[in-house]
């Protein structure tokens, strides 16, 4: 299809992560760690980390005094962002980058277990600093945030194993097939409408477009037959298609917009006074080796960038 660049899963070195249940009791930081298939541990990256004086010299006063900022998060989204054994810790890459930008300015980070399309408005309202959650930089979020770049992603299709239906985003073969989405995702308000023109032009119904909430809940759906494929973030995708390789099949190529790329980023309150010192946090992270340990732990070191941008 015209308006699509493909790259292949091994060109964009995806790696696979270890499962991890929902139950049982509680577990330490570490152990949860181990049980998520992450490598090594987060203390042993964190303990590099210390306050940088030229970021907290930007907190506000009153951030700095309260010595603690919230990050809202769906923790619905291995390997990313999602809960522990005890089914209440969370963690994931997007969690250990919110943890370590909060080192780097010398405060507490609160992680919040937000519904994805409920965190843009509660960021809005002020019940939450920022967000850490594979967001794209679109020019319509760009009206309401401040954003702040600090990785690159990419989004994939999950179908049933075998793929009964014959499914690629390299070609029409997905014009009228049953298709989730997450509600406010890239996949829905972007990429969903290119895919449509394309069928369009190639004289196809356009995809059949299901909304859902999150990665599980969707998934839950496929493995039920009532849904033709999943297209969400590929680090997601890939995950599940580890754990449950008798249920799930992660397609290859990935899809990519012709014009722009997958940088994802932060988001901020519009005009939001502490945009200057996460950003300033965020590059002096990235110039530290943590930044990237944290993506290679989580096996997603092949999305890392050097130069954090402000966008606002």
Known sequence: MSKWKILTAASLGTVVLASTSACGGGASSQASDEASGAKGSFEDVAAEVKPDPAAVD?????????????????????????????????????????????????????????????????IAAGRYDFTATNMTPTPERLEVLDMITYWAAGSSLIVQTGNPEGLSLADDSICGKKIAVMAGSSQQQDYIPLIDEDCEAAGQQPVDSVVLGNVEGALTQLVAKRLDGVFSDTSQLAWAAKQQPQSFELLSPQYQKEEGDDIVALGLEKDSELTSALHAAMQSLMDSDAYQETLDRWGLGAGAITTSEALG
């Open 58 to 122: 930007l907190l506000p006063a009153d951030i700095k005094e309260a010595g603690k900022i919230t990050m809202a998060a769906d923790l619905h989204y291995p390997p990313t962002s999602f809960l522990a054994e005890d089914n209440k810790t969370p963690i994931g890459y997007n969690v250990d980058i919110a943890k370590l930008l909060g080192q780097k300015l010398g405060l507490e980070v609160e992680v919040k277990n937000v519904t994805w399309d409920n965190v843009i408005p509660g």
